[in-house]
């Protein structure tokens, strides 16, 4: 009954404050695109090489960007309220059908990445502060420098040359074998095998994160009056570890991972295209060379609610993890 009434009071303080963000969110990100040079007629018509200032007049009446800004805003937000996120002339199709074809694609990807940032950063980390000062803290805090220094795009590049290019392990393009008709067992271990390399050049920079985190809250935990009572009643020192200090180090660092899901979702632009990965990051930037505000404002919104969704999840672990948080 305790938890089920954290979880209602959490959905309760989530759905009031979720519906002014969004909106703040459409207002601001749909005003800021309207700053960029150009929109998608100039950049249709700059790729036909031959459209007059009429073609141009008539491609911008076509998409009502030729109306005034306040207009176009309120015209978006009647479309949205009826769940309709527009039409994407650079594509020539709906953007919702357009972002739903690559969204699960990202979200495979997003999830796989920070599952293995918190997996191996927690591991790290909980070595790390067990062995505080001795050779493994020294030599796993040498590797997670490492991870923090290196960008993403460069831990993707060196993977490639390695796992793809000397060893041929794994493959370095796409998210499937092209014209392998797969089924069953063999199609999931072929999307897997495409799976490993992009997740790990999104993961290194969060695993490093995580680590360090991790050691610095176990090591702060362990100083705590519960952690010496629980010594003295002669715990085994893994119990005391796991149930004790690492339970309580859990919470900052889901914490900051519920605030990396945007970064993570930046970071995907340059993963995806890297990889040749079909996800919404390799949209975003199509979108962007091609001025398609209408696709750039549909990823924007639905990236927010994914963000604002896995904030909700973060808020109920934090509720199981620490009683006392639900109870606030």
């Known amino acids: 009954m305790r938890m089920g009434r954290r979880i209602a009071a959490t959905l309760k303080r989530t759905a009031v404050h979720a519906g ?12 800021f695109l309207q700053l960029m040079p150009g929109n998608a007629a100039d950049v249709m018509a ?16 076509q998409f009502g960007i030729d109306q005034p800004v306040l207009t176009q805003l309120l015209n978006f937000l009647g479309h949205l309220a009826h769940l309709d996120l527009g039409f ?38 909980a070595v790390m502060a067990a062995w505080a000062g001795r050779w493994p803290d020294r030599v796993l805090s040498v590797i997670v420098l490492l991870f923090y220094s290196m960008p993403g795009f460069w831990v993707g590049l060196m993977a490639v040359v390695l796992f793809s290019v000397k060893l041929g392990w794994l493959p370095s393009d796409g998210n499937e074998t092209i014209g392998a008709d797969l089924t069953g067992f063999a199609m999931v271990s072929d999307r897997l095998a495409h799976l490993v390399l992009p997740a790990l050049a999104l993961a290194s920079f969060f695993v490093a994160v995580y680590a360090r985190l991790t050691r610095a809250a176990m090591l702060e935990v362990q100083r705590q009056d519960f952690m010496r009572t629980a010594k003295a009643k002669g715990l085994h020192p893994l119990l005391i570890q796991l149930r004790h200090a690492l339970r309580n180090a859990l919470v900052p660092v889901t914490t900051v991972a519920g605030m990396h899901l945007g970064n993570l979702l930046g970071g995907a632009v340059v993963v995806e295209t890297l990889f ?53």
């Open 20 to 31: 002014p963000t969004v909106l703040g969110i459409i207002v601001l990100d749909f005003l």
């Open 276 to 328: 040749g990965w079909p996800g919404m990051g390799r949209l975003t930037l199509e979108a962007v060379l091609g001025r398609d505000y209408a696709v750039l404002l549909g990823v924007l919104l639905l990236s927010s609610f994914v963000v604002i969704v896995a904030n909700v999840l973060i808020d109920l672990l934090h509720a199981w993890l620490d009683p006392r948080i639900g109870s606030a």
């Open 46 to 61: 700059t790729e036909a090489g031959s459209a007059t200032e009429e073609t141009v007049a008539a491609l911008r009446h």
């Open 88 to 125: 994407s002339p650079r594509f020539n199709t709906s953007v919702a059908d357009l972002i739903m074809a690559r969204l699960p694609n990202t979200l495979l990807l997003m999830v796989t990445a920070l599952a293995l940032a918190l997996v191996l950063g927690i591991v790290f980390g």
